[in-house]
């Protein structure tokens, strides 16, 4: 029997890992230099907590999830998503800090189980923040700044960024009660699942993609004529903060977004190359998911970002990430004796962060000379009886195929010089 990976799911492979890597650290960074720090959470939790927290109604809920049960009979769920572990980590470990938010960041893969299409799989990536303890509006607007400052930062330079205010509580209650008005008289002509969705929760009817459910929307109140006074106000200050930095978006009163725990602002970044999977990332405010679950009342918002979506719109955007998987030095040796002394070259040169090969199973210079340039060597070093004697490297620049030497003892400088001048990347 021949095996083969579940729908859905992908191999990474080593000229990938190398560019999720670059992602990684560059987020890693960014992250850090704004506060975050990482958190790493459980892949699978307790099924109820999802479903408190994402929301009964949610398609997540409804039909994505990986729940299981354990030999003990417990439900358990591979998490679809990492705000709600994150929660559940910040009130176990009470974690809660009275005068400053807890900053937190995480890298991981979520379950989903979706209809796989480019850009959707069924296990995926995500590069997340959640910010817990603070109502600024100062706060959202800095969540959604390290959201489109780090996809501009990797490259990508058009993305756009959608913003709604969901309202608090308070104004909800208003807006749900028109929204299920509204609905009333089209009941029959939505598609079942909305019909179901508009039962449990009317704003659920927003997640559709049926055209024919999405053209029974054109009409549809707007939840910024429900905003109460602070909500409005709350919005408005998020919006002259991102004006402030000429951060441009897009008023969207339909982003919603898929999960119940939002409150206030919800946003939402995407790419005009993705087609139907458009979002590279988006989040928003939750306010009142901590009291949901059981702690005390405490404002919180936070984002997360596909990482599949963000290598899938930099090719788009036709970026090469500056993905380097070739040594930049190969050894090619001569002899025994030159055999153990490149061994302890190389032990030098990658002690000094410098990627370095060397040829196996003794084999001709012409062998090696072939290896080297398969691998994409930058430069080859000979390393023979007569190099050891007058203890200088004869040195090929692969590229023009130009020869020169370099003395024994200047060789970790002069590699490092020629790594400079070409900013190798890839490796830290
Ligand atoms: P989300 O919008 O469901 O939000 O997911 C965030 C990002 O994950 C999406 O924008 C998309 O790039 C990526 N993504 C989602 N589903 C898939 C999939 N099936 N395949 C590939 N990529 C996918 C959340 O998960 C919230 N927890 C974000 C958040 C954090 N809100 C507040 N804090």
Known sequence: MKFSAPRGTADVLPEKTIKWKYLEKIAFKLFEDYGYREIITPTFEQTELFTRSIGESTEIVQKEMYTFLDRKGRSLTLRPEATASVVRAYLERNLANPSFPIKLYYFGPMYRYERPQAGRYREFWQLGVEAIGSSDPLLDAEVVTLLVQYLNLVGLKQVELHLNSMGCKKCRVNFVSALKEYLEPFKGRFCSDCQKRAALNPLRVFDCKEE?????????????????????????????????????????PFLVRGFDYYTKTTFEVRSPFLGAQNALGGGGRYDDLIEELRGNPTPAIGFALGVERVLLALEKENLKLAANLAPFLFLAVMGEKSRLFAFELLYRLRSAEIASETGYNEKSLKAQMKIADRLGARYVFFIGEEELERQTFKVRDMRDGKQFEVPFEDVIQWVKLQMEGEQVVGRS
């Open 212 to 252: 024919a459910c999405l053209s029974l929307l054109k009409d549809v109140p707007k939840i910024d004529a429900f905003l109460c006074d602070e909500c409005k106000k709350h919005f408005s200050e998020v919006q002259t903060y991102l004006k402030k930095i000429a951060i441009p978006f897009k008023i969207n």
